[in-house]
């Protein structure tokens, strides 16, 4: 599908005490189902202000954005978010992080133990297994990483939304975790947007 994500003359003004601040303006992007798009440049030129209209967590000032011809409006489970601080409970262990969010998307139409296979397949996938029963203060910061993308990718999104997931991790983490999201995305065919400022990760992914 050619047209599976839209963007159309997306724009966005926020009301500041110093005026109206134009955050973006002017911005159109299609993309095909499967494909996996790097946004990057400078800091603070709005790139992680698009993901957020994508993730519907802000409505766009002017514009329109379309997921599979529908208009995108406030968040919703066809679209999983991976921020670049983890955002873990730091109460429930990674399966009880993973379950929460199975739980809310399926949880009205599966068993309790179709539901947990749901979990557990997810943890599998980052290779977490191991670790699915530690808390979020017991595992590395790559990880934690690695458990927020489970979490967004047993939701079964339509679209993953990822902003600088390790912007915040050491070199070696970060290129391990590279590595292991490119077989992600390949055995899940999942449409990704990736958020950046690092030219070799855009290359690279």
């Not at 159309?8 to 110093?18: C, G, L, P, Y």
């Not at 030129?45 to 209209?53: A, F, M, V, Y």
């Not at 809310?104 to 599998?124: H, I, M, Y």
């Amino acid at each position: 599908m050619d047209k599976y994500l839209q963007i159309e003359n997306a724009e966005m003004v926020f009301n500041t005490k110093k005026g109206r601040f134009t955050a973006l303006t002017g911005v159109n992007l299609k993309v095909k189902q499967g494909e996996f798009i790097a946004l990057i440049g400078h800091s603070g030129c709005g790139k992680s202000t698009l993901l957020n209209l994508v993730s519907g967590l802000l409505d766009a000032t002017n514009g329109v954005l379309l997921l599979n011809d529908r208009e995108i409006k406030g968040p919703g489970p066809d679209r999983g978010m991976v921020f670049q601080q983890h955002s873990l409970l730091p109460w429930l262990t990674c399966y009880g992080n993973v379950y929460l969010a199975v739980e809310r998307v399926f949880g009205a139409r599966e068993s309790k133990k179709e539901l947990k296979v749901r979990t557990e397949a997810a943890l599998e996938l980052v290779h977490l297994a191991h670790a699915m029963h530690m808390l979020p203060a017991e595992i590395s910061g790559g990880m934690k990483q690695r458990v927020g993308i489970a979490r967004a990718l047993a939701m079964e999104p339509k679209v993953l939304l990822m902003d600088e997931p390790f912007g915040a991790l050491d070199a070696l983490t970060r290129a391990s975790l590279q590595d292991e999201l490119m077989r992600i995305v390949a055995e899940t065919r999942a449409t990704t947007l990736m958020v950046t400022h690092d030219v070799d990760e855009a290359v690279l992914l």
